[in-house]
């Protein structure tokens, strides 16, 4: 028998002939059915443009969105999502083909001093701020969809006197950002029209803002700057929807309150303690991080005895009622501007061989922590730059101290007050647990010089800002299983970088180095795979997004926002 | 022959009156050119009154209008100011006269821009809100202090640069001028569909609208077979008919009132 006649007697014996004749009608009725569905070529109007290639989607984010476990299409917030890591599950880059990326668009705020913002994206939509202004962009094109314009605020003191902001936070069809002088705005995400605007820090005029908001479920939640100017610090939550303050905890305790020996008098209403960078979140624990900055006044700890709690902390705080559940303090009584703002990346990851929670940080202070995040408990810190001031941690985490105090004629203080680490943005890769940050070895000749507290002027106690020496600055790998470098790439450059990082699930390591160029690394070897010359001091971090079926880099570098793709 | 006198003088009558409007129309396309301009290039600042704002002072203050020569606000115009106005000098000298023609138009007619002195307030605030949110649906496109549409500009300091016969008239008849992100746009794809749409930006390879929903739409001007500039906003034009002058009058005493009942939002959103 032929092949094609064993089949059909074989297909002819499974199926009775009135079974094939049914088949047979049931086929042709799909496939006339299916020719009746097929689009019709009619006048459609905007009701149907949904299905039309060129459009964005609808910007509506549910919190469900700001739940997604690494940033994918959308990045959501700040660092992309929750964790801190800054990790990106797109694919489409790797480094069998970053070597073909190529520059998609240029975009130039009308304001710029420089940029720090990260970037938001959803639904094709690119969010930035520059100073007091929002933007929305096309993320194809770079090209302006509405801008919300803001005059920059006159008589501001030190840091948010350089109008820098980090850009917004995203929930529904609204964007909410701080301004220089600590007014928080809800805008609508389609027009930038401003729906409420909150001043949030009052009864100090050196308060200000720098930062990003970072909403957790029906909550917007802010911090603030001007610590080095002797406010009293605070993270504070509004409702998202109506702007209501729902629950505020202050950094620095007042009388009566836990911690308050270290404060005499009213010197809590000027201890610093600041939160200008967004925290972390773990909704399982539902549990918010946030670090805090150094005691104010800078250097002179004379009159802030004992510990000053809650300065240089990673505190952890109920979201919903921003009640203190924990908090682990990493400088205690700090003389030397040891914020410990810097992300407090949230890890799943073995320590030591035993499943943990934990908070992966470095820290100013040149130690990079590893803590329990369930209940802050200390759990390893490993020291990745040159260090004077301390002779190491206890069992407890707790440093101890060298003796160096700064007075008038000045003590050398390593690392420098501008930090081993700073506010530069880390990541975390969980396929391969190494945690990737931005250091700089360096010394400072650190003077005390006290001067009481006074509005309208910094409270350093120096009377004039030291300068650090020249030092050395690194990208670091650190493997939490080996709790050992797994590369550290000395940065070459003319200027002291500030440039933060990103990762992707590929194994590329993007970030602005220390000559103006835009670099990836290959995340294993810690080799340049890639690089382009923005021509601008890089002062933020980069983020990753996908739209219509393509990914890209976008970074601000100096006075503009850049976007990269493969061709 | 008799002299055709009639014939003559209804030739040179024709004659005169085609002159004439084409020299009206003449001057209609300037003064429209001038006020165009103003509104794509100044008014985002300067207020579509030229009565300034949070951000750029007024233009039509008589102190300010005496005090500058015309070459002098020429110069300001292209090579801006040291107080932040940017430079204007790549719109091109053209250009620049219209506007200040235009600006000085505007300063010599302070009762159609309802400047100073500022009248009161006549119409009935409350029943001027209830028609915003209500009849009027004035809500629908415009956001009044965090509530309403998002499609059409926000109204909440509306009342604080526009005087009430400016509102007015930007009610009853809202393309006159046409505000640039106001402009609807209609653009027809290679398949049949029409997508309808505020205009958002362009240029010579792309034109980009926001829709109704909220969506933005990216066109490349080859992959489309046409782009329809309407020359109208969004805005109905028949509230003239739909609304008695009372009701106008209470919706712009609502909206005159409510801008100034609270402190100055200062941004501003284009």
């Known amino acids: 028998m032929l092949r094609w006649q064993r089949i059909s007697s074989q297909f002819a014996s499974r199926f009775s002939r009135l079974d094939t004749i049914a088949l047979l009608l049931l086929l042709t009725f799909c496939g006339a059915a299916y020719g009746r569905t097929r689009p019709q070529r009619t006048n459609q109007t905007v009701q149907h443009a949904a299905e039309h290639d060129d459009v964005t989607g609808l910007i509506n984010v549910q919190n469900g969105d700001l739940l997604q476990k690494a940033a994918a299409q959308n990045w959501v917030s700040y660092n992309g999502d929750y964790s801190g890591a800054r990790h990106s599950s797109l694919t489409q880059i790797s480094p069998g083909n970053v070597g073909r990326l190529t520059a998609q668009w240029v975009f130039h705020p009308r304001v710029v001093s420089p940029l720090e913002v990260t970037p938001v994206v959803a639904a094709g939509v690119m969010f930035v701020t520059s100073a007091n202004d929002a933007y929305a962009l096309d993320a194809r094109t770079g090209k302006v969809l509405w801008h919300h314009i803001r005059a920059l605020s006159q008589g501001l003191v030190d840091d948010p006197a350089q109008h820098r902001n980090r850009g917004v936070a995203i929930l529904g069809t609204r964007i909410y950002m701080v301004t220089d002088n600590a007014h928080l705005l809800c805008l609508d995400a389609r027009s930038g029209h401003l729906i409420w605007e909150i001043p949030y820090a009052i009864g100090n005029r050196n308060y200000g803002s720098t930062s990003a908001p970072l909403i957790v479920n029906d909550k917007v939640i802010v911090g603030i700057s001007g610590g080095d100017a002797g406010v009293r610090g605070f993270v504070a939550a509004f409702n998202a929807q109506t702007g209501e303050e729902k629950w505020r905890f202050w950094t620095i305790p007042g009388p009566g309150e836990k911690g308050n020996e270290s404060w005499p008098g009213d010197s809590y209403l000027h201890g610093g303690g600041t939160t200008w960078l967004p925290g972390t979140y773990d909704p399982e624990l539902n549990t918010l991080y946030w670090g805090t900055g150094n005691p104010a006044p800078d250097y002179d700890g004379s009159v802030r005895p004992g510990d000053d709690l809650y300065t240089s902390c990673v505190l952890a705080l109920d979201p919903d009622t921003g009640a203190l559940k924990w908090y682990f303090q990493f400088s205690p009584h700090d003389l030397y501007d040891f914020d410990a703002v810097q992300t407090p990346i949230i890890v799943d990851a073995n320590f030591k061989g035993q499943p943990r929670k934990l908070i992966v940080t470095a820290n100013r202070n040149g130690f990079l922590y590893i803590l329990d995040r369930v209940n802050g408990k200390f759990l390893l810190a490993k020291s990745f730059t040159t260090q004077n001031w301390t002779k190491g941690v206890d069992e407890n985490g707790r440093p101890i101290s060298a003796g160096l105090i700064p007075d008038e004629k000045g003590v050398r203080v390593c690392p420098a007050n501008g930090g081993a680490t700073n506010w530069y943005s880390p990541t975390y890769d969980p396929a391969t647990h190494v945690f990737y940050f931005r250091s700089y070895d360096a010394c400072a000749t650190i003077q005390s010089n006290p001067k009481p507290f006074e509005e309208g002027t910094a409270y350093y106690a120096t009377g004039l800002r030291n300068a650090d020496e020249t030092g050395k600055a690194y990208i670091n790998a650190f493997n939490l299983d080996t709790l050992d470098f797994e590369w550290r790439d000395l940065q070459i450059g003319r200027s002291k970088g500030w440039g933060g990082l990103m990762s992707t699930a590929t194994g590329l390591i993007a970030y602005g180095d220390d000559a103006q160029n835009f670099v990836i690394l290959d995340a294993r070897s810690g080799k340049p795979v890639w690089h382009f010359h923005v021509g601008q001091l890089i002062h933020a971090s980069p983020m990753a997004y996908a739209t219509k079926g393509k990914q890209y880099f976008a970074i601000a570098a100096g006075g503009d926002v850049f976007s990269f793709a493969l061709p | ?270």
């Open chain 2, 1 to 270: 022959m008799r002299s055709s006198w009639p014939e003559l003088l209804f030739i040179l009558g024709t004659l005169f009156f085609s002159a004439s409007s084409v020299i009206a129309r003449a001057q209609k396309t300037e003064a429209s050119t001038g006020a165009q301009r103003f509104m794509e290039y100044c008014a985002g600042c300067h207020g579509a009154d030229g009565r300034g704002g949070p951000k750029a002072p007024s233009l039509i203050n008589p102190a300010n209008r005496a005090r500058l020569s015309d070459s002098e606000l020429s110069r300001i115009v292209h090579d801006g100011t040291r107080g932040g106005m940017p430079p204007f000098a790549q719109i091109g000298d053209e250009n620049i006269v219209a506007v200040l023609q235009y600006v000085r138009r505007l300063a010599a007619n302070p009762v159609v821009t309802g400047a100073l002195p500022e009248p009161a307030v006549t119409g009935d605030v409350d029943a001027g809100r209830a028609l915003y949110f209500g009849k009027a649906q004035c809500s629908k496109c415009h956001l009044m202090r965090g509530k309403g549409g998002f499609i059409a500009r926000n109204l909440s300091n509306y009342g604080r640069t526009h005087g009430a016969e400016a509102i007015l008239q930007s009610i009853t008849d809202p393309d006159a001028p046409l505000v640039p992100s106001s402009q609807v746009v209609v653009v027809t794809t290679h398949d049949g569909q029409k997508i309808t749409g505020v205009l958002r930006n362009e240029d010579a390879f792309t034109v980009e609208l926001l829709t109704e929903d909220g969506r933005f739409h990216l066109f490349s001007r080859n992959d489309v077979t046409d782009v329809r500039y309407t020359e109208h906003s969004l805005m109905p034009r028949d509230y003239g008919k739909r609304l008695t002058s009372k009701e106008l009058n209470d919706i712009v005493s609502f909206l005159v009132t409510e801008s100034r009942s609270q402190g100055v939002n200062g941004s501003a959103s284009q």
